[in-house]
């Protein structure tokens, strides 16, 4: 490709975050010039994979804190700070706008891996975009100053793209139904319409802007209940140049500087969201995955393929990033990493995709021409699109829109809107170039002027009136909702007339929410009947008192912190240190008051601290799924469920934060794993979402009904642990098993039968019995295995089935399906070789059980439920309005149930056993201790001999 160039790739890794100090994580890469290493923590001992980059960028460690502004600034030669990300970056990508050129700068990584960081920055440690803008203007005004006839224009824009639809937040009322429509311009390439540029004259000025559209991003994104960090932004400064060429001819120069922060990349399990039916049905990871196959389409294309297809097309990302990764553009790609021995599976899948981005190839073209050619093509454009429009000319044949042969009245007449916009937007630019810089920036000076004064009274207000400022799981979206708590009553609430002082949209919040008083910097707190509030992640009813620092959680998602400018106040002249509140934090105590015992302690294993981090980030995902249910009229239910690695049939390993979701209807359990659960929820949000647009068709048929799971899901009921030790010795066992679930609960026995016998199946002779395990050692030995049955399977279970895996097998054994009954035959029986016999065997037979898991399916009507298209129509059809109190007294009562059946069941077997022994009594004590201590109070009747329960 003549003239191309390969996008420039930079890789930066992170310092340690809290949690990882905490767990004692190991930093598992390193860095040397342009080189990347990254060790396996399970295989320390192993060559590093090794990557090549324009940039390697270490920020791991190595650098201080400023005392004056907290700038880190580099203790040795190895760190890279922020400037000189800067000077690397930013001045190539000002350089080549300058020039003509268009530049893209696009940020990708996992959630928390430091991309805002580079891309943003926090305080006086500003990232590549604002240094960017401020040299920009600086340099604009040292041009204006050297007595040049030149005319500059920057215009800004910022949009957000969410489960493919596309919002302007800088005018969000002005996004319509299914987002900003993406359109493609014969010579633009693709462009978004009716997309907000607003004119801005420093870097003041798209500071605002940004600020501005990040908070229109939040209140969205509450409101919504999307999740931010699966949201990709793309902030464009157009930088347009006028000037005369050495012949006097007025030339114009366009850049479009495209800056990119890509949604992070979730952690995903190898197993994934495997097994589920709707795995494929979120939209909500389209367009990552659609740039991973156009990066690597045109990683092939670069490699020197010569055709292939490139999915642009496939998403509304890679449409509008078709320039910066395939055509006019000099593009520039941070990938950031985190250090941390937990994130290798990450770490290592960014360096894949960024070593696959170094391979693209570019055309960039400086973007200049006669000012008056551009003005008289717009023109010429525009009188084609009219003679289509009035059938003059161009439409193939007259007769006009309204006479197309073929073509449905309705595709007409979006066709005819279509030409209509594209007209108005011709002629908007071409009043634009022909306006001068002086004009434009007077047009857009009262607009601006009227938000700085806005942002500077809000400024100063905050500083002595009390006030709530939003918390955020993205560090970047807190504090940018700012609500304050003036003298008498501010009232919150969803809406209605007049509207709420404090108007907050979304899950579980009611018309009127709570009334919040301020009585001489006394401020109370009072909560509406039947509303969610949590107060210091405990739920109040009753009117409280705020004070500094509080946290308040209205409804399902909207996290607040409570500002008290007197009681800081008190605070700092009292000697206490001011503490700034984390969203951590806040969801951390939230679990601690739903009963999770999260509290870092000494001595605390990784394990421990890793799923301190699973529960804070789970727990509130699921509370919201709850309020989705409860929105939308769903029968189901979600718990959060703390599933053991024994559990799992594992000797070691991480406790798996999993979700159970209960189907209200039926009573059916099903387990979920944390991807099948972000997998549904992304669904459920995408659900709810239509549903508040006010789309008719929001609701689905259930077998695409993200709260719905079929009965005949297979379930894994629980465990059997088979002690092996009697086949070192070749001594016959049966045992019967209980069956314990991931709760350490009860769910009915299995027999296990272990014989050893011959290769032929046939009975072992006394001459084959041994006296040590030690004489089977380079020997073959043969046992039966034997599953004849089970007891007391839970009756909600239609069928039922075990498998197993002896030592080294590859493949589950399964025993046959048995339904209808809590007491099946499984009759199972296999002759298992196991040899020739190593000390690791014998080891294994001595320590590690035999994991059998038993599994099942439910009843689909087991308590009569009449069959529908629509969960939501089962729902109405019985009027579940469950609250909080009453689904757990409803499960407790479930619970009790299943434990009085199997308590019954056990006083059953013991009155068989004793019929088969031909007794006519049953010991007290051993209905005592099946019995236990809970007695249930029931009136008694008298025998003439005894009283009988």
């Not at 050297?146 to 793209?161: A, C, H, L, N, P």
């Not at 498998?803 to 002759?831: A, C, W």
Request: proline share 4%; aromatic share 8%.
């Amino acid at each position: 490709m003549a003239g191309a160039e390969n996008v420039k790739v930079a890789v930066r890794v992170r310092p340690f975050n809290d949690r990882e100090i905490n767990r004692n994580a190991k930093c598992i890469v390193n860095m040397h010039r342009k080189t990347t290493e990254l060790t396996n923590p399970e295989e320390p001992q192993v060559e590093p994979k090794r990557f090549t980059y324009d940039y390697s960028y270490w920020s791991h460690d190595g650098f201080l804190e400023r005392e004056s502004d907290r700038y880190l600034e580099p203790k040795n030669s190895k760190y890279t700070d922020q400037k000189r990300i800067f000077e690397d970056l930013g001045l190539q990508m000002l350089d080549n706008a300058w020039q003509g050129y268009n530049c893209s700068l696009f940020a990708y990584g996992q959630t928390g891996s430091g991309k805002s960081y580079s891309i943003m920055g926090y305080g006086a440690n500003k990232g590549v975009v604002p240094m960017t803008c401020e040299e920009l203007f600086r340099g604009m005004n040292e041009r204006q100053d050297s007595g040049k006839d030149q005319d500059f224009q920057v215009t800004f824009s910022m949009i957000e793209i969410y489960n493919e639809q596309v919002r302007d937040l800088l005018n969000p009322k002005n996004t319509p139904k299914g987002g900003l429509k993406v359109r493609e311009h014969h010579s633009k390439g693709f462009y978004v319409e009716m997309l907000k540029m607003v004119t801005v004259n420093s870097f003041a000025d798209i500071e605002a802007r940004i600020n501005e559209g990040t908070r229109n991003r939040t209140i969205a994104a509450t409101n919504m209940n999307a999740t931010s960090s699966r949201a990709h932004t793309i902030v464009s400064v157009t930088l347009v140049q006028k000037a005369k060429n050495e012949a006097g001819q007025s030339m114009t120069k366009t850049s479009i500087i495209n800056l990119v922060d890509l949604a992070g990349s979730e952690r995903v399990d190898k197993s994934g969201a495997t097994g589920d039916r709707l795995k494929e049905g979120t939209m909500i990871n389209q367009s990552l995955s659609t740039l991973g196959n156009v990066i690597k389409a045109l990683a092939s294309i670069g490699g020197g393929k010569k055709h292939g297809h490139v999915p642009y097309r496939d998403s509304k990302l890679t449409m509008l990033l078709k320039n910066a990764l395939g055509g006019n553009s000099k593009t520039i790609m941070i990938a950031a990493i985190s250090p941390a021995d937990d994130n290798y599976e990450e770490t290592l899948s960014t360096l894949r995709y960024a070593d696959r981005a170094k391979a693209i190839k570019t055309k960039a073209v400086i973007n200049e021409s006669p000012t008056e050619k551009l003005i008289r093509e717009l023109r010429e454009e525009n009188a084609r699109l009219l003679a289509q429009l009035d059938g003059s000319g161009g439409g193939g044949g007259g007769g006009g829109m309204n006479q197309v042969v073929g073509i449905p009245e309705e595709e007409v007449k979006s066709m005819q809107k279509t030409l209509e916009e594209r007209i108005e937007l011709n002629k908007q630019e071409m009043e634009e170039m022909e306006k001068t810089w002086k004009q434009r920036l007077a047009e857009a000076e009262s607009v601006n002027l009227e938000k700085l004064k806005a942002e500077q009274l809000k400024q100063e207000q905050m500083k002595v009136v009390p006030h709530f400022w939003n918390l955020n799981e993205d560090p970047s979206l807190t504090g940018m909702i700012i609500h304050f708590a003036y003298d008498g009553v501010t009232r919150i609430g969803n809406g209605g007339s007049p509207e709420p002082d404090m108007l907050l949209k979304g899950l579980s919040i009611q018309k009127d929410h709570a009334i919040v008083t301020n009585k001489k910097m006394v401020v109370r707190l009072k909560v509406s009947k039947n509303a969610k509030v949590l107060v210091n992640g405990k739920e109040i009813r009753d009117d409280i008192e705020l004070h500094h620092n509080d946290r308040i959680m209205f409804g399902s998602n909207h996290l607040y912190v409570f500002h008290h400018p007197q009681d800081l106040a008190k605070h700092m002249k009292a000697g206490k240190k001011e503490e700034k509140v984390s969203y951590d934090q806040a969801q951390a105590e939230i679990a601690e008051n739903s009963g999770f015992h999260i509290e870092a302690r000494p001595g605390m294993s990784k394990y421990d601290l890793l799923l301190q981090e699973d529960l804070i980030q789970m727990l509130p995902m699921v509370n919201e799924a709850n309020a989705i249910a409860e929105e939308l009229g769903k029968s189901s239910h979600f718990k959060i469920a703390l599933v053991s690695p024994m559990s799992r049939g594992l000797k070691d390993g991480r406790t798996e934060v999993n979700v159970v979701m209960r189907n209200l209807d039926n009573n059916n359990e099903f387990m979920w794993n944390r991807e099948k659960f972000l997998n549904r929820k992304y669904l459920m949000q995408e659900m709810y979402q239509k549903c508040m647009e006010g789309d008719p068709e929001w609701d689905v048929d259930r077998e695409r009904d993200p709260f719905w799971e079929p009965a005949d899901t297979e379930v894994h009921i629980g465990n059997v642990f088979v002690h092996m030790q009697s086949l070192e010795y070749l001594v016959d066992s049966n045992q019967t098993l209980q069956i314990t679930d991931y709760r350490s609960q009860e769910r009915g026995h299995v027999t296990v039968e272990m014989e050893p016998c011959q290769s032929d199946g046939s009975v072992l002779g006394d001459d084959d019995l041994i006296e040590e395990p030690q004489q089977l050692l380079q020997k073959n030995f043969y046992f039966r295995f034997k599953i004849p049955y089970a007891r007391g399977i839970p009756p909600q279970f239609n069928k039922s089935f075990c498998k197993y895996r002896f030592y080294m097998d590859e493949e589950m054994r399964i025993t046959k399906q048995v339904s209808g009954t809590s007491n099946p035959d499984y009759n199972h029986e296999l002759t298992l070789k196991a040899g020739p016999v190593t000390p690791q065997l014998i080891d294994y037979l001595e320590n590690d059980p035999m994991v059998v898991e038993v599994w099942g399916t439910q009843y689909e009507h087991a308590r009569g439920i009449v069959n529908t298209n629509h969960t939501s129509d089962v729902y109405s059809s019985h009027n579940h309005n469950h609250s909080k109190q009453e689904t757990d007294h409803y499960y407790n009562l479930q619970e009790e149930i299943l434990t009085l059946r199997k308590k019954l069941y056990n006083i059953q077997e013991l009155v068989e056993e004793a019929k088969v022994a031909g007794k006519e009594t049953v010991p007290i004590d051993d209905v005592d201790e099946i019995l236990g201590d809970e007695y249930i109070e029931i009136p008694v009747r008298r025998s003439k001999t005894c009283t009988v329960l």
